[in-house]
């Protein structure tokens, strides 16, 4: 059964934006984390972003540094969804975008071996 479902990636220009939406499941939503991580060619998977579900309109929010202060993480309870607002879009953003849902219980948000749910991915390219 699908939990998670992306989407919203395509081919942007340098400095361009895009927003990418994660529709879950109610299973995979409430009192979960829900994280963005992206995988470019090459490279290990990383933490981008992270939403904590807790019934309210605005959970508490964490960022990797590479992208603080160009990406917001936010939510749509009615509609079961999460965004990722990517703004100032550079080159080193171009991998495949995932997203991940759990309760991870004292566990840091980064660490993607912590995640039951996943998205099948989303392509995000920036060009120069």
């Known amino acids: 059964r699908v939990q998670l479902v992306e989407s919203g990636g395509g081919s942007v220009q340098t400095g361009g934006s895009l927003r990418l939406s994660c529709a879950a499941s109610e299973y995979t939503y409430s009192n979960n984390y829900m994280t963005w991580f992206r995988q470019a060619p090459g490279k290990e998977r990383e933490g981008v972003a992270s939403i904590y579900i807790d019934g309210t309109t605005s959970g508490k929010t964490y960022y990797a540094d590479s992208v603080k202060g160009r990406f917001t993480i936010s939510q749509e309870n009615a509609k079961i969804t999460v965004y990722l607002q990517m703004n100032n879009l550079k080159p080193e953003d171009t991998a495949m975008y995932y997203c991940?849902?759990?309760?991870?219980?004292?566990?840091?948000?980064?660490?993607?071996?912590?995640?039951?749910?996943w998205g099948q991915g989303t392509q995000v390219t920036v060009s120069s």
């Open positions: 991940a849902a759990d309760k991870l219980l004292f566990t840091d948000w980064r660490r993607q071996d912590a995640y039951q749910s």
